[in-house]
């Protein structure tokens, strides 16, 4: 998935001097703490972590109830998805008005109706709910399966992402990656059409002056 990386980071964890006889179990309870969150620090929620411990001798920190600080190398599986980035999940409920979906098991994900292509169409047969693509019949959204969505935004303390459908290479996973040369071929036939209804219309613009010119010219050696 786009929006998951691993990352290098040096850790202190401070732990309390009734937890010096079992240092280990203190500091993966702390790291366990990070778990699924968001820490602006790595501008990530924290998945998983693998830990080495740095120095075997801690150091004491001053104060009321002297902490002693840890050293650490760590490695973080980081999720962190960003406005314009494409996310996979699994769609757990539809209705007419909306998508709702599970990311990585966690994270929850909606995508409403004007986030909804036109080109899918809500249907409900037999009480089974489903979206359906007007263009390409085969493309379906259903509960259970897996679709790529782009990321619109992250609420950070809830872990809820607003998504959308809107462009073409979103949709059912099965369906898009059996159909990506079509798809990329629909993408680049539009651009193409764009571009030369761009270029027709310059070329209007630029050709009109100089006709009026010729106009002119033929008129003043009629005179």
Known sequence: ?????????????????????????????????????????????VLAYDVEIVDKIAKNLPGLHPYFGVRLNAKLLLFSPKPNMLLEGKVVKLT???????VLGFASAVIIGEDIREDFRYKNKNGKELYCSRSQKHHLIKVGMMIRFMVKSLDEEILHISGSLLPAHTGSISWLDKNSTEISTTDSRKRVNESRGLLEGQATKELTPINDTIIKLKKRRIV
Do not use: G, T
């Not at 007419?96 to 599970?102: A, L, P, R, T």
């Open 1 to 45: 998935m786009e929006r998951l990386k691993v990352s290098d980071a040096n850790l202190v964890v401070y732990v309390h001097p009734s937890k010096s006889r079992r240092v280990s179990q203190a500091i993966l309870r702390e790291l366990s703490s990070l778990l699924l969150k968001f820490h602006e620090v790595f501008d990530a929620v």
């Open 96 to 102: 007419q008005e909306s998508i709702h979906i599970i």
